[in-house]
Every structure is written in C-alpha cells, then in structure tokens.
C-alpha cells in the first residue's frame, strides 16, 4: 500500500496563477483533509472531507476550493496564487474520527 | 490566545532521560492526537486519545479531559527521537486546532 500520495513534490507559481495539488489513499479511508504548516503558525486545517461527496470549511479556507473526486481522491485548487499562499501542504486520511494518516507534503512558493 | 498550547516550545535531553511534553486547550473536543514531524518533514500519527491513558513502545499519552491537559512521555530517549512534537485536538464538528510544536533534541 501506498498510504496517502500527494502530487505535486514541489512547484513554483506566479501570483495569479492556478493549479490544484492532487492527493489519494488507497486505504479505503471516508475521510480525507488538506492543512498547510507556516513557520510559527503550525499546521492549519483548510478544509476536511467526512465522506465521498461533502466537503466542509476547516480554519483557514479563503483563496482555496475542494474536490472529493471519489472515496480514493481530494484535491486542492489555488485558482488565483497569493503570496500568502506559499507553504507546506499537506493531506491526510482517516478511517471517520480516527487516527489520520499524512501524505508527504507539497511545498508551493508563490512568487 | 491560541486555543492549544503546548509547552515547552523547545527542549535538549541527553541520551537515556525521561522526558515530558504537555498540552493545554481551550475548546471542547472529541478526541486529542499527538504527532510526530521528522527533520525531513514527514507527519506520522502517535497517538488519538478521547479519554484515559495509551502506551505504545517507550511512548506514553496521557489525557485529563476535565483539566483539558494532555502530556506525552518518552521513557529511556533517543537521539533518534530528536523530532517536532505536535499535539493537535478534534472539535465537535471535526475541525482540528494544532499547537505549535514542541521541538525535541536528544543528545547522545
């Protein structure tokens, strides 16, 4: 099993730019969640999926949208980059409130 | 205020000392979890705990939801336990708040 994958590794936007960081479990996990990590702010969720087809805000979930595609995917659009946006992101699976599994992280510098 | 805290922010053990991390909130939850960030990054998961006392290895969590404290405990450190401690807690409505870590060195 490959646990929880994120694409991309690594990527680099202008400000204004688009793009949706892809994330998958194959655990057969119902929920899954996007957090970014700051320096001093600590992880920060932005937004959680309980189940395939809700989505629901987490704290921080201005300039970003959800897709839960299907059990197995969440994904997470940036559809203007910001500055502000540059971060670690991560995703995670869990089976409902359970303990979460984490995916190796996106790193994103908006320039 | 933030609503987890943790404390200390930083802390140097030597090889062998038995070591404490503890956290305090502020919210209601329905369940605490303590994490583990390696040097290079990666988030595993130590512990979930809604009530009580878990032990896993040299690792212990413990929870007093009525104090709204939990402390994890590392027996016999290692410097290979060197790490981001992270506890985070689960609100009602499954939001998650995070504390800001507390960094680990074991010396050896």
């Known amino acids: 099993n490959a646990g929880v994958t994120q694409t991309p590794k690594f990527q680099v936007l202008k400000t204004g730019q688009s793009m949706t960081l892809q994330c998958a479990q194959d655990?057969?996990?119902?929920?899954m969640y996007w957090y970014r990590q700051d320096p001093g702010m600590g992880l920060r969720l932005i937004y959680y999926?309980?189940?395939?087809?809700?989505?629901d805000k987490g704290e921080v979930p201005n300039g970003y949208n959800v897709s839960r595609l299907n059990k197995r995917e969440f994904s997470l659009r940036l559809e203007s980059a910001a500055p502000s946006q540059t971060s670690v992101y991560f995703c995670?699976?869990?089976?409902?409130?359970?303990?979460?599994?984490f995916g190796p992280g996106t790193r994103l510098l908006v320039l | 205020k933030n609503e987890v805290e943790q404390s200390p922010q930083n802390l140097t053990a030597q090889e062998g000392e038995f070591i404490t991390i503890n956290c305090s909130y502020s919210?209601?939850?329905?369940?605490l979890h303590w994490l583990q960030q390696h040097p290079g990054g990666g988030i595993v998961s130590l512990f979930m705990?809604?009530?009580g006392k878990k032990k896993h290895g040299r690792l212990i969590a413990t929870i007093n939801i009525q104090e709204k404290h939990s402390s994890l405990h590392i027996t016999a450190s290692h410097p290979r336990d060197s790490a981001v401690y992270i506890c985070?807690?689960?609100?009602?409505?499954?939001?998650?708040?995070f504390g800001a870590g507390t960094r680990l060195t074991v010396k050896p």
């Open positions: 985070a807690v689960r609100l009602y409505n499954n939001d998650m708040r």
């Open positions: 999926s309980a189940s395939e087809g809700t989505t």
């Open positions: 995670a699976s869990s089976r409902v409130t359970e303990t979460q599994y």
């Open positions: 919210v209601g939850i329905s369940a």
């Open positions: 705990l809604s009530s």
């Open positions: 655990m057969n996990h119902n929920s």
